[in-house]
């Protein structure tokens, strides 16, 4: 079994019908899927490894290797570490892009213009599955946004370095776990594998594909879709050679969105609406989440607060 590849352009041709399908199915079947020809400049998405790669190098390697996790595997004896994982992270949001790096020369504009393009292929991506769905065009970027329409939906960007590691089975680079909020785009490393995502209870590779970006969908999706596309189980693998680059972006709710099942994906029996997915305030969910990000999902919509 391969991950879905996806050709982005072909849906403004003539296949644009079995491209729309194709998604579809993606999005049903595995929750994960890879996008060619995604609108996204190659020359962009180069800078973007140039300077990613710059940055960890510059200003995060050393600080790495005297982290706690490399702490604690030098001192741990033959048990696997269970509650930490082997990456290095920053993120990087509307809110704090001052903050962003001043030593890597082009840092902080090539990570502006490539989150820039970002969000608009989210925004094409969800468009897409209100089509497939059946929903309204703008269905899920209004529910994102919450009442009075205000764009108030969160897109955020974790960029992420997995360094090499000398004991790869007694750590886990990033455990297993579903995403919390909406559309997740990750542009991977092009030669250092480890990410993986649960199939029919097999972990599977997400190959490394030259400048592709692979999407994922996240729990907020599961629900809007009334549980139609689900919101795939994955992991990163530790390795013992390369330093794998991922950068990983977030379209979420706004906080104070209420998200819910969309009406016209719920069946109506004896009267009764099926309520497999509670009414909630997505803020509400990240609470819990942030608790149980690493525990089955399930528990986690019948945790929150019903609205």
Not at 36 to 44: T, Y
Request: some cysteine; overall charge negative.
């Amino acid at each position: 079994m391969a991950i879905p590849v996806i050709d982005f352009s072909k849906l403004n041709g003539d296949d644009r019908a079995k491209t729309l399908a194709e998604i579809a199915n993606a999005c049903e079947e595995w929750g994960f899927f890879q996008l060619v020809n995604n609108g996204i400049a190659e020359e962009l998405l180069e800078r973007v490894k140039k300077v990613s790669s710059e940055f960890y190098k510059v200003e995060r390697e050393e600080n790495f290797k005297n982290s706690k996790v490399v702490n604690l595997l030098n001192e741990s004896d033959d048990e696997k570490l269970e509650n930490v994982d082997w990456e290095d992270v920053i993120t990087l949001t509307d809110d704090n892009v001052n903050e962003w790096s001043y030593q890597t020369s082009g840092f902080q504009e090539t990570m502006k213009e490539f989150r820039y393009e970002l969000k608009i292929l989210a925004e094409k991506i969800m468009e897409v599955m209100d089509e497939n769905l059946g929903l309204p065009k703008g269905y899920m970027k209004k529910a994102f946004n919450g009442e009075g329409g205000e764009n108030n939906a969160f897109f955020g960007t974790k960029l992420c370095h997995y360094p090499p590691c000398p004991i790869p089975e007694k750590v886990t680079g990033l455990r297993a776990h579903t995403d919390a909020g909406g559309v997740i785009l990750l542009f991977q490393d092009d030669e250092v594998g480890g990410l993986q995502v649960l199939k029919d209870g097999e972990w599977i590779d997400v190959q490394p594909l030259k400048n592709t970006i692979v999407i994922n969908t996240g729990d907020q999706i599961e629900v809007l879709s009334n549980g139609r596309y689900k919101s795939a189980w994955h992991r990163v693998l530790s390795t013992i050679d390369g330093n794998r680059l991922s950068i990983a972006s977030f379209y979420n709710p706004s906080l104070k969105a209420t998200i819910a099942p969309a009406p016209q994906l719920v069946k109506e029996t004896n009267e009764e609406m099926d309520q497999t997915y509670p009414k909630f305030v997505f803020g509400d969910y990240i609470s819990v989440y942030v608790q149980q990000k690493f525990l089955p999902k399930e528990p986690r919509f019948q945790a929150v607060r019903a609205v």
